[in-house]
């Protein structure tokens, strides 16, 4: 049989104390949930970049078709419109579009659509 130690006690409850104390302390990063609730934002924050960069993309190209148009049969003054909105267009961050400029990148684009119809109108 194993004799008492009042030694060994004292160690097991020193043990008990810094334990407790470690437990006090938080360790959210050491969690690996949190990891992955992290690594799921991140993903889908790159998702909604990805969507951003498309539909930029998008208009990028209309707007360059519509600008061979009107260099080809168009005035001066409406081909200094749609450079102007190529530039908004390329200088707007489509992820976080404020909504004045989403009202007036909108409204640039309905123009956009008139022009091209217009002038595709004209080419038949």
């Known amino acids: 049989m194993t004799q008492y130690n009042p030694h060994n006690i004292d160690k097991t409850l020193k043990r008990m104390e810094d334990a407790d ?3 006090a302390i938080h360790r959210s990063s050491t ?7 992290d ?5 889908e924050l790159q998702k909604q970049q990805s969507a951003a960069e498309v539909k930029k993309d998008e208009y990028l190209k209309s707007v360059e078709l519509l600008k061979t148009l009107i260099q080809e049969n168009g005035k001066k003054s409406d081909l200094t419109r749609i450079l102007a909105i190529g530039y908004l ?4 961050d489509f ?7 989403k009202k007036i ?4 684009m309905v123009w956009c659509n008139q022009q091209y119809e217009k002038h595709v109108d004209t080419t038949k």
């Open 21 to 23: 104390e470690l437990k």
């Open 31 to 37: 969690n690996i949930m949190s990891f992955f609730d």
């Open 39 to 43: 690594n799921d934002q991140e993903h």
């Open 89 to 92: 267009i390329e200088s707007t």
């Open 95 to 101: 992820l976080n579009i404020p909504p004045d400029r």
């Open 105 to 108: 990148l909108k409204e640039n």
